[in-house]
């Protein structure tokens, strides 16, 4: 395994050596306090980091916290091209028995919302919910983002579904350009990520859509870059019951990779042991194992640090980057009936920091959270409802108390706040997370 440096370890004599050479008094005086000088000032160099292990320099996903962005809910009378309810129930508006997402989120700081079937929240108020369709929703959660210290968005794509229904690809193609005006004014970077599930044709069909659509993305300031090329991720390669094979997603990778983008894969948790696909595992810039839902408590959590280390040992000698996934819980009683209620409990953040953790003490500089506005599945680190006053009084909605423990509603996003600076290490790392509850 090779730990890279970012700066040289010269000895004094050496400096001294090849200031001298130069003839440069000024700078010679600098060397000897161990700083740089620009400008007539000086600026203390940074610490070499021997714990940090990555091919590539930091960019706008290596060193990195990266969020998943779903942009998936609307609401009947938002405007959009389908201006009824999505996400939020199977179909129909959202009431008991009918909805699809398991955590309520904390509706109180949107400007706009939309009433549904539940009757009145615990603490009397309406039983709203948002729709990413509005301006101020987007815009919203991408203030957070700044906010907590996601630096980069990676905003979701369902392929499945653009070709097969206009309203579905004027939805998507929206919240597109509402993340990119939204990443723009937060001063957020963000980058197009792929999900083949269900697209059947994704080998033709996705690069159709890259080129007439979102390529025009790429102008932006702040779209993402690595290694000074622009970001584009794939998920799904190889993981069950997705379309494709080693051959359509190597003729895809080499595609993107040919036109100059840094390509990013998202895959199976055991990726290594798919010798079928591996040809196009390791054309890839950056790997990133899907593990949502496999780690059940601090016990597998743990258990999944030798994963961590053969994944990165594997992919740094082929020279390509690691983007591991971590989670705050799971849970989908709401949309699974039959399923575990607080399936994969959050642990008060206790769950969640293990994961960062682990990764920080491996040298990983990079990390994939999750997701951001993933209520449906009960994985968002957005705000949420912190109890029962926060919910509907006659539907069952996951909160952050289950696990006893009162949290505010933006603690997780306070807690990632403070796991990305122990990912940067601007902190040392901490076996307890330091985020007070609330």
């Known amino acids: 395994m090779k730990t890279l440096k970012n700066k040289q370890n010269l000895s004094i004599q050496q400096w001294v050596a090849r200031l001298f050479a130069g003839g440069l008094l000024g700078l010679a005086i600098c060397s000897l306090f161990i700083t740089s000088c620009k400008d007539g000032e000086y600026t203390p160099v940074e610490e070499e980091d021997s ?19 779903q942009g998936w809910f609307g609401a009947a009378g938002d405007g959009s091209p389908f201006n009824s309810w999505r996400h939020w129930a ?16 904390d509706i109180r700081e949107y400007s706009k919302t939309y009433a549904t079937g539940y009757a009145a929240l615990g603490n009397g108020n309406p039983a709203n919910l948002f729709s990413h369709w509005d301006d101020q929703t987007v815009d919203l959660h991408f203030k957070w983002m700044k906010q907590y210290g996601v630096q980069t968005a990676a905003v979701q794509r369902f392929g499945n ?14 919240i597109m350009q509402k993340a990119k005006v939204a990443a723009e004014a937060h001063q957020v970077k963000f980058y197009v990520a792929y ?9 033709t069909e996705l690069k159709e859509d890259w080129t007439n659509k979102m390529e025009a993305h790429v102008s932006s300031p ?3 870059k690595q290694n000074g090329k622009p970001v584009v991720s794939i998920w799904g390669l190889g993981v069950a019951n997705r379309p494709g094979d080693v051959n359509s997603y190597l003729d895809l990778i080499n595609w993107f990779k040919g036109k100059g983008y840094y390509v990013i894969i998202g895959v199976a948790k055991f990726w290594r042991s798919d010798t079928a696909n591996m040809e196009a595992y390791k054309a890839a810039d950056m790997v990133s194992p899907w593990s949502v839902g496999s780690m059940r408590n601090l016990e597998k959590v743990d258990e999944y640090i030798k994963d961590l280390k053969a994944d990165l040992e594997f992919l740094t000698a082929n020279k390509q ?5 971590v989670f705050p819980g799971f849970a989908w009683s709401n949309w699974k009936p039959g399923t575990p209620r607080n399936e994969i409990p959050r642990l008060h953040g206790d769950f969640m920091w293990r994961q960062f953790k682990n990764i920080v003490e491996l040298g990983i500089q990079n990390v994939y959270i999750a997701m951001f506005d993933e209520y449906d599945e009960g994985t968002a680190i957005a705000k949420a409802a912190e109890n029962s006053s926060q919910i509907p009084t006659n539907q069952y909605f996951l909160t952050l108390d289950a696990d006893g423990v009162e949290v505010s509603s933006d603690f997780y996003l306070r807690l990632t706040k403070d796991a990305g600076k122990m990912l940067r290490r601007e902190t040392p790392v901490q076996q307890e997370h330091p985020t007070p509850h609330k």
């Open 51 to 69: 714990t940090i292990v990555s091919p590539s320099p930091k960019g706008d996903v290596v060193g990195k916290v990266v969020a998943g962005y």
């Open 90 to 105: 199977v179909s129909g508006a959202p009431a008991p028995n009918n909805q699809s997402f398991e955590l309520y989120p």
């Open 161 to 174: 579904y653009l070709l097969k229904d206009a309203r579905d690809r004027g939805f998507k193609d929206g």
């Open 195 to 203: 999900d083949i599930s269900g697209w059947t044709n994704f080998s």
């Open 222 to 224: 702040m779209y993402a």
């Open 321 to 325: 980057d690691y983007q591991p996934v």
